[in-house]
């Protein structure tokens, strides 16, 4: 039987084993386990080699750093971030990847959004700076939008967009400097965010001034922002698309799964009813 497994701490609202489990299915894999590893960072050393003896497992927060030092070696996207969220055993090692990048990446593509164009972001911490990483690796016009006081943690994004992207377009301004049209607007702030639903990270003005609107958050599956976005008949994706594919991701680094969008947009949807329980 093979084992898999989620590592973290905490893990009390993890939308993860509901998400494999259907992911085990698509796979026709029923048997599959898959066990939550909730533990306090004084354990982690203690329990490295029992997950390293899983077939695979996920990493979320406070691991994503610390899991790296227990594996025997990083697929590029780890590397890039120096981030891993997922690991595969294979020939005896144990391989770190980063498959929140590929996540961003699939929903985006299943949605019909355009990373190569012109793109606001809304936020650069965490998840952000590797959307905005992305956005420039796949020839995004990026604007980053950032509160006075992280001014300093997206210019460093930029740094490091442009250390790898060195003909990347890339601005960063405050609120009130947005101006213009774009193609793609993506929130990666934790405005809106339950339970503070009524916020909004953007004015009505510049949600009308973008074509397509990606939203990081899942909780709510429609945000405010995603909200006035549909009510001006712009096309706006929620952040469970993106937890839905980098766990699918993930399973194709497991065990060489193939999925189609549509059953993949199943899932997400089940996902979100789930949510509202």
């Known amino acids: 039987m093979e084992k898999y497994g989620l590592l973290g701490y905490p893990l009390k609202h993890t939308m993860s084993p509901p998400i494999h489990k259907r992911l085990f299915e698509l796979d026709g894999n029923t048997s599959a386990e898959y066990e939550v590893c909730e533990l306090p960072p004084e354990e982690l050393d203690k329990k490295a080699a029992y997950l390293n003896s899983l077939n695979g497992y996920n990493i979320t927060i406070p691991y994503k750093v610390d899991i790296i030092k227990y594996l025997d070696g990083l697929d590029d996207s780890a590397k890039r971030y120096n981030s891993v969220n ?12 980063n498959t929140d990048c590929f ?38 016009e990026l604007t980053i939008v950032s509160l006075p006081e992280f001014i300093g943690g997206a210019e460093a994004a930029k740094k490091e967009a442009l ?3 060195p003909s990347a377009k890339i601005k960063v301004i405050t609120h009130k400097e947005i101006s213009g049209n774009f193609d793609l607007l993506i929130n990666a702030s934790p405005v809106g965010m339950f ?4 916020e909004c990270p953007v004015t009505e003005e510049v949600i009308k001034s973008c074509k397509f609107v990606f939203e990081v958050i899942y909780n709510p599956d429609v945000t405010k922002l995603m909200e006035i976005a549909e009510k001006n008949g712009i096309k706006a994706v929620g952040g469970m698309a993106m937890l839905v594919w980098q766990a699918a991701v993930a399973h194709e680094i497991w065990s060489g799964a193939k999925y189609r969008d549509e059953d993949i947009e199943v899932i997400i949807e089940d996902m979100k009813k789930l949510l509202k329980k």
């Open 86 to 97: 997922c690991v595969v055993r294979r020939g005896g090692k144990n391989i770190g990847y």
């Open 163 to 165: 250390a790898l992207a």
């Open 103 to 140: 996540g961003f990446l699939r929903s985006l593509e299943a949605s019909g959004a355009n990373l190569g164009g012109k793109v606001l972001q809304i936020g650069c911490g965490g998840v952000g700076r590797m959307m905005a990483i992305e956005a420039a690796l796949h020839g995004a």
């Open 195 to 198: 339970p503070k639903t009524d």
